[in-house]
């Protein structure tokens, strides 16, 4: 079954300090999303790609936090400087169609400290 | 904009015991319901979906769905609940608008 990969699975890092994520979805599938989930919460979107463009990052924190898709596949999310409220899971999904099944991957556990 | 209740956080259950769990949304257009399971240390999956029709989904693992369009309901089910249930339930809905989740209802079943 195809997956989406996510890479680091952990992530522990000095508050001011700068940190990145990357996510490769599964082939062909043109929507990728990054979701937050504070420990006890349901995600929180972040921001949704539609192949290389950005379709909505309103809830994206923009001075600290910034998201690519180059070439409409892996993406990367960065945090600089990071802060201790950081401390989540940043889950990467994608999907064929926007707003069809979404396939998450393990997710990132970010512990800033 | 789209808002996705669950009113239970967690729920503790014997095996062998029926479940259900409460999700409620806000949105007035159409819309696609799921449920996600996520197990202890596991990544969110996906256990049904709607998106038309029947308004009874069965998913994955004997687990089933009912959307009450009336009553803004998409509530989740399973007769007979097993130790391997124990995890985390998330509620989500789209509309024109990407996943909104629910805070989530955490199920620990116990021998």
């Known amino acids: 079954e195809a997956e989406v990969a996510q890479s680091p699975r952990y992530k522990i890092t000095e508050k001011s300090q700068a940190v990145a994520f990357w996510c490769d979805p599964i082939s062909g599938h043109a929507t990728l999303y990054w979701y937050r989930q504070i420990l006890g919460q349901g995600p929180e979107l972040l921001v949704q790609?539609?192949?290389?463009?950005?379709?909505?990052d309103s809830q994206l924190p923009k001075d600290r936090f910034s998201a690519e898709r180059l070439k409409g596949v892996d993406s990367t999310l960065k945090i600089q400087p990071a802060e201790l409220g950081d401390s989540a899971m940043y889950l990467c999904?994608?999907?064929?169609?926007?707003?069809?099944?979404?396939?998450f991957g393990s997710g990132t556990r970010l512990t800033v400290v | 904009a789209q808002s996705v209740s669950q009113h239970n956080h967690h729920v503790i259950l014997s095996e062998a015991a029926s479940l259900e769990l409460g999700c409620n949304y806000s949105?007035?257009?159409?819309?696609?319901l799921f449920w996600y399971v996520q197990y202890p240390g596991q990544h969110l999956q996906l256990l049904l979906k709607y998106f038309s029709g029947d308004p009874l989904v069965k998913g994955i693992k004997g687990f089933e769905a009912e959307f009450i369009k009336s009553k803004f309901s998409f509530n989740l089910r399973k007769p007979s609940v097993q130790w391997s249930d124990t995890a985390e339930y998330f509620c989500?809905?789209?509309?024109?608008?990407?996943?909104?989740f629910g805070k989530g209802t955490r199920l620990s079943v116990i021998a």
């Open positions: 989500a809905v789209s509309g024109n608008t990407p996943l909104v």
């Open positions: 949105y007035g257009g159409t819309v696609n």
């Open positions: 999904a994608s999907s064929l169609t926007a707003n069809y099944g979404y396939t």
């Open positions: 790609f539609q192949d290389e463009s950005v379709v909505d």
